[in-house]
């Protein structure tokens, strides 16, 4: 399987600061064959950096997107009007659940606006502190997955990557709240538990789950080397061109 390293620019860089960015990106990496780099830039930028960004390289993702095609929807932006912009789309992040409001009902919809309009969602899940604190992870994560993937056919399952992102490790500086490789090891073979429960497991090996939480260049290789772990989403440190750079050369030595 693929390897992942995603860069989430979450409401940061103008699209010059984009253009410029992604530019000296290409520079920087060559086309690695096994190794998917993508960055996820504001909605704004997407359709003037598809037309500079080298695919072979590169891939874009969106941040996020609404489920109806069309229609009368104020302010937002449909998948598939993304469509043949980008290759990817972040759904149902921590930000989008906690600060935005949106629930299962609406993730699952759109992953399901994804899928239909070529876009590989990668869905994101993960349990607050208040639910770690309770024990009440694997139920948080259970009903995350089950939601969010409740409109994904057995066909379909193979298009989605699943991220694994404990809300209370994300954009974290303090030490304690970084999350423990082994803590990252269980909920990954919990996902995969849940997976083949609903899809059976010859799919367990083709859904690659991506981990995501104040992930940077001194901890990468930590959390890639974590079984069924294959990817990284970056938010913090995507931003820092150097880092994000020295991340996605971990990647590639890490996961050969
Ligand atoms: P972080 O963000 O790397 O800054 O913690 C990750 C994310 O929110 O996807």
Redesign the pocket.
């Known amino acids: 399987m693929k390897s992942y390293v995603v860069g ?1 620019w ?1 409401l940061n860089f103008t699209v010059g600061e984009a253009s410029i960015y992604l530019h000296k990106l290409m520079r920087k990496i060559p086309n690695y064959r096994d190794l998917e780099v993508i960055v996820a830039p504001s909605t704004i930028a997407l359709q003037p950096l598809s037309l500079q960004v080298d695919r072979h390289k590169i891939k874009l993702a969106a941040q996020n997107a609404f489920y109806r095609d069309y229609g009368a929807f104020t302010g937002e932006t449909s998948f598939s009007q993304l469509r043949g912009i980008v290759d990817y789309a972040i759904i149902g ?3 989008r659940r906690y600060i935005f409001g949106e629930r299962d009902k609406d993730i699952q919809k759109k992953v399901a606006g994804a899928i239909r309009n070529r876009i590989t969602p990668i869905l ?1 899940i993960g349990e607050t502190e208040s639910e770690r604190a309770f024990g009440e992870t694997r139920d948080v994560i259970r009903d995350q997955l089950i939601g969010g993937l409740s409109e994904v056919s057995d066909d379909e399952i193979e298009k989605v990557i699943i991220a694994y ?1 404990p809300v209370w ?4 500086t303090k030490m304690k709240k970084l999350a423990m490789p082994e803590e990252v090891a269980e909920v990954t073979g919990l996902i995969k538990e849940i997976l083949k429960e609903i899809y059976g497991g010859k799919v367990v090996e083709k859904v690659p789950i991506l981990f ?4 940077n260049a001194s901890n990468v290789g930590a959390y890639l080397t974590v079984p069924g772990v294959n990817g990284v ?5 995507s931003l820092i061109l150097g880092e994000f750079n020295d991340i996605i050369e971990i990647a590639k030595r890490v996961r050969k």
Do not use: D, F, P, T
């Open positions: 989430n979450k992040h921590s930000e994101c992102e490790a994300i954009s974290s995501g939480g104040s992930v989403l970056v938010g913090g440190a």
